[in-house]
Nanobody
Framework: DVQLVESGGGEVQPGGSLTLSCTVS????????MAWFRQALGKERQAVAA????????YYDDSVKGRFNISRDNGKNKLSLQMSGLNSEDTGMYYC???????????????????WGQGTQVTVS
């Protein structure tokens, strides 16, 4: 079975930085698009950043533009999210998501993604 495992979450002070990682295992063929979603307590899960297979196109939510950087290493089946200038609004559970079926939704759309990780908590306080 395909699994996504996130790591790198934790507690950080406002203005601090964290880097999240997501490792894909058990994939029978390459992952197409990938994304990071965030879910704050009591709120819906929303995309913060996403990236095409070739890395040639990236999506960022307006709230993280200029502060977050998404990247991937297809050879290592790894997705990363570098986060800087963190503030309390960035607090939440961060989920890695993978699209294997090339569904025709936007990168920011949850319906695009087939497989999800268990999440890693980021707390800014």
């Amino acid at each position: 079975d395909v699994q996504l495992v996130e790591s790198g979450g934790g507690e950080v002070q406002p203005g601090g930085s964290l880097t999240l990682s997501c490792t894909v295992s058990g994939a029978p063929y390459p992952v197409y698009d990938m994304a990071w979603f965030r879910q704050a307590l009591g709120k819906e899960r929303q995309a913060v950043a996403a990236i095409r297979y070739g890395g040639n196109y990236k999506y960022y939510d307006d709230s993280v533009k200029g502060r977050f950087n998404i990247s991937r290493d297809n050879g290592k089946n790894k997705l990363s999210l570098q986060m800087s200038g963190l503030n309390s609004e960035d607090t939440g559970m961060y989920y890695c998501a993978a699209d294997f079926r090339r569904r025709g939704y936007g990168l920011e759309d949850r319906r695009k993604y087939d497989v999800w990780g268990q999440g890693t908590q980021v707390t800014v306080s």
